[in-house]
T-cell receptor, first 113, second 112 residues
Framework: RKEVEQDPGPFNVPEGATVAFNCTYSNSASQSFFWYRQDCRKEPKLLMSVYSSGNEDGRFTAQLNRASQYISLLIRDSKLSDSATYLCVVNVVITGGGNKLTFGTGTQLKVEL | EPEVTQTPSHQVTQMGQEVILRCVPISNHLYFYWYRQILGQKVEFLVSFYNNEISEKSEIFDDQFSVERPDGSNFTLKIRSTKLEDSAMYFC??????????FGSGTRLTVV
């Protein structure tokens, strides 16, 4: 099983639609979780951290289910500018104090007129 | 807003040559990373660095690769003898004790 797994898409949605992305992770020792956004040929940029209680930032809502090792991202009222690749990122603390961020393959979103 | 700086933005090198990719992480961050992304593929972990030593490395990070933090501000990735398949975007990132990692804008390495 892959460490972090996402549906690669692409998801083609009309402007204004609601779209949901899912992510599963294999390491039950994973401690923190993030959604990053990556535009073509650019660096990943943090979209939001994901907390156990779920969290919302404007049109974006993230959920975490530790028991199922599952993370989700919901985008409401999607805009053309939301078109990008959305990366699920999981952090595991390593013995000795370091940590490792593992990326999913990313889910490509295309919002169309 | 603090940022991670990477130089050069684009490096072209001949196969077999050594390259050094440079990064200036955000000051006071504790964890440092190198990732690579081959065009059209996923972001792949190379190495993490903490407390002045490598804390984790992937199987990609073989003997051809090394990292250094020589002066408390720079964080470098050296590839000793480049191969065609090393062509990729290389991202540096840093992270404070808690919270998210910030990525640099990357160095595009082209091996010819």
């Amino acid at each position: 099983r892959k460490e972090v797994e996402q549906d690669p898409g692409p998801f083609n949605v009309p402007e204004g639609a609601t779209v949901a992305f899912n992510c599963t992770y294999s390491n039950s020792a994973s401690q923190s979780f993030f959604w990053y956004r990556q535009d073509c040929r650019k660096e990943p940029k943090l979209l939001m951290s994901v907390y156990s209680s779920g969290n919302e930032d404007g049109r974006f809502t993230a959920q975490l289910n530790r028991a199922s090792q599952y993370i989700s991202l919901l985008i409401r009222d999607s805009k053309l500018s939301d078109s990008a690749t959305y990366l699920c990122v999981v952090n595991v603390v390593i013995t000795g104090g370091g940590n490792k961020l593992t990326f999913g393959t990313g889910t490509q979103l295309k919002v169309e007129l | 807003e603090p940022e991670v700086t990477q130089t050069p933005s684009h490096q072209v090198t001949q196969m077999g040559q050594e390259v050094i990719l440079r990064c200036v992480p955000i000051s006071n961050h504790l964890y440092f990373y190198w990732y690579r992304q081959i065009l059209g593929q996923k972001v792949e972990f190379l190495v993490s660095f903490y407390n002045n030593e490598i804390s984790e490395k992937s199987e990609i990070f073989d003997d051809q690769f090394s990292v250094e933090r020589p002066d408390g501000s720079n964080f470098t990735l050296k590839i000793r003898s480049t191969k065609l398949e090393d062509s990729a975007m290389y991202f540096c990132a840093s992270r404070p004790g808690q919270g998210f990692a910030t990525f640099g804008s990357g160095t595009r390495l082209t091996v010819v």
